[in-house]
């Protein structure tokens, strides 16, 4: 299996920050970008016990400038009852490319997105854009002022042979729903279920200087 197709699958979840773009106009990105944003995530197609077992939070940990100011790397982190998953990540242009520890790394968004580039491939998976739109539910989500306006991509394999998606992006929030075409049908298998900001992690303090010596 190719390394970047788990990448892929766990790192869609995070698919937004304004920056200037070369034009001077102001671009949307759609990726997580503020320290200690954190997202919550259920698949509503199951209910009960299941349901909150299938819970999973995103949380940036870090975000910083790269060099020359052209762009944004950090650190983010998918937790859930099972374990948890760290990833690095930069974004660039409209686009965003993770990493893991592993150094197993996927472009998850084309530099250029969406406006630029409307369809690309990565570890064998076909995705294309489909337009924008809006979607009810997820206003109580959003911050004040915040766009309800996002964008809707659909991801498959190039051969044919593996599972057809789709996920629908939001400025300043990324993934807030995904969905999988099962018998015959469009299923619910990701929603967005709450957002809010945690404590960023503290920097590790200087180490102290050595008291002096009591007389």
């Not at 990448?7 to 070369?22: N, V």
């Not at 910083?64 to 790397?73: D, F, I, V, Y």
């Not at 979607?135 to 057809?164: H, M, N, Q, T, Y």
């Not at 400025?171 to 967005?192: S, Y």
């Amino acid at each position: 299996m190719n390394p970047s197709r788990p990448l892929l699958g766990a790192a869609l979840l995070l698919l937004a920050a304004c920056r200037p773009s070369p034009e001077g106009k102001e671009r949307v990105i759609y990726a997580p970008h503020e320290e200690g944003l954190t997202l919550a995530y259920e698949n509503p197609s199951l209910e009960g016990a299941a349901r909150m077992e299938s819970r999973r939070q995103v949380r940036v940990d870090l975000v910083q400038p790269a060099a020359g100011g052209s762009s944004l790397t950090g650190e983010m982190r998918h937790t859930r009852l099972t374990g948890e998953d760290r990833f690095h990540f930069e974004i660039r242009d409209g686009g965003l490319k993770v990493s893991d520890d592993q150094k197993h790394a996927a472009t998850i968004l084309p530099e250029g997105f969406p406006d630029r580039v409307s369809a690309w491939v990565e570890g064998g998976v076909r995705t294309r854009v489909l337009g924008r739109a809006t979607v009810p539910g997820f206003d109580r989500l959003l911050p004040a002022g915040a766009s309800k306006v996002g964008i809707w991509i659909e991801s498959a394999p190039e051969s044919g042979d593996g599972p057809r998606t789709r996920a629908f992006l939001l400025p300043d929030i990324g993934t807030a729903e995904a969905l999988e075409w099962k018998a015959g049908r469009w299923t619910p298998t990701r929603r967005l279920v709450s957002r809010g900001f945690t404590d960023s992690p503290k920097r590790p303090a200087p180490p102290a200087a050595p008291a002096g010596r009591q007389r």
